[in-house]
Structures are given as structure tokens and as C-alpha cells.
């Protein structure tokens, strides 16, 4: 995770050096070519500002995730960024742009919390409750309250982690 937030902050800086042209890879909805997008668009920030409030909670949300092991978190993560930027592509208002990690924040959010009830693994659950508890007032987020920010994002972030906990849930196999 460590890599992952320093890679973060490279591109910020390379964007702020380069005049803000990393700002392109942002969603803008509804256009077809901005599709391919929906990846780059979790990796770039307006601003160090921006990418400085992801940090924290990017670290400490993806290390947890990983602990499962870094195929897994990195099949987690991409099914978020990829639901949370459709998501985003479809509803959220036209000519805005929409860039950053938050919508991966709020994806691994929601598979922390819902992963030890889809795995029906007590410790899972354990760790989902305090996920909650430090992070829950993270969920006003998704309400539309905040000018220049998309919340849009954040729902679909979040629905994408819940995607995911059943998506990549552990099988358990049968005693035959």
C-alpha cells in the first residue's frame, strides 16, 4: 500500500509539474472515449490537497484488504474502480470531471465491512465492525451535501466493495 499511495503522489507531482495534464484522465460522463478512463481516473487527483486526504485512509483500508493476499486485494481494488467509475460515467452531471481514489476508498470501505458476514468468518466480521466504527462517518459521503465532490463516486465505490465481497467471497468446499 505503501507503493501504491507513493505512486499516488508521483503522479501529482508529475501533474502539477506538467501543467495539470494528468486533469484529462479524469470521467467526464457520458462520453464513449472517456470509458477509458474509468482506471486512470483513481490514480490521478486535482491537487496534492486532494491526494493528501486519500492517503490515510488509503493505507490503512488497502493494507487490511491486503492481508488476504495482494491477488486478491488487487482484484478487489479493480472491481471497485471499475464499478465506481461506470457508476460515475453514468450518472454524475454533465461536463464535470471526476478523478481520485476516493471511490476505492469508499469500495474497500464497504468490503471490509460486509466480507466477514459474505466469508462467515468471525474474525472477518470483528474486523468490519471496527472498520466501521473508525471509518462509518465516512458514509455521509455519499449524499449529495458537498459542492466538488462527487458523491456519485462514492456510492458507486461503495456499492462496487460490496460487489466484491461477494464476488471474491471464500467457497468453502463440502465434506463429500
Not at 501529482?12 to 472517456?34: C, M, N, Y
Amino acid at each position: 500500500m505503501i507503493g501504491w499511495v507513493a505512486l499516488l503522489w508521483l503522479l501529482e507531482a508529475v501533474d502539477s509539474l506538467s501543467g495539470h495534464a494528468l486533469d484529462t484522465f479524469g470521467i467526464v460522463p457520458r462520453k464513449p472515449a472517456e470509458l477509458l478512463d474509468i482506471v486512470p481516473s483513481a490514480f490521478t487527483h486535482f491537487g496534492f490537497g486532494h491526494v493528501a486526504s486519500n492517503t490515510l485512509p488509503l493505507l490503512v483500508l488497502g493494507f487490511i484488504a491486503a492481508l488476504r493476499g495482494i491477488g486478491r486485494y488487487l482484484a478487489v481494488a479493480f472491481t471497485i474502480i471499475v464499478i465506481g467509475g461506470l457508476g460515475v460515467w453514468l450518472v454524475a452531471p454533465a461536463h464535470t470531471n471526476t478523478a481520485g481514489a476516493s471511490g476505492l476508498i469508499f469500495g474497500l470501505f464497504g468490503y471490509l465491512l460486509v466480507r466477514g458476514f459474505v466469508d462467515r468468518r468471525a474474525l472477518d466480521v470483528v474486523i468490519g465492525l471496527v472498520v466501521g466504527a473508525l471509518y462509518g462517518s465516512i458514509l455521509w459521503g455519499v449524499l449529495p451535501n458537498a459542492t466538488g465532490v462527487s458523491w456519485q463516486g462514492h456510492l458507486f465505490g461503495l456499492i462496487g466493495g460490496v460487489a466484491a465481497a461477494f464476488l471474491f467471497r471464500e467457497r468453502s468446499v463440502a465434506a463429500g
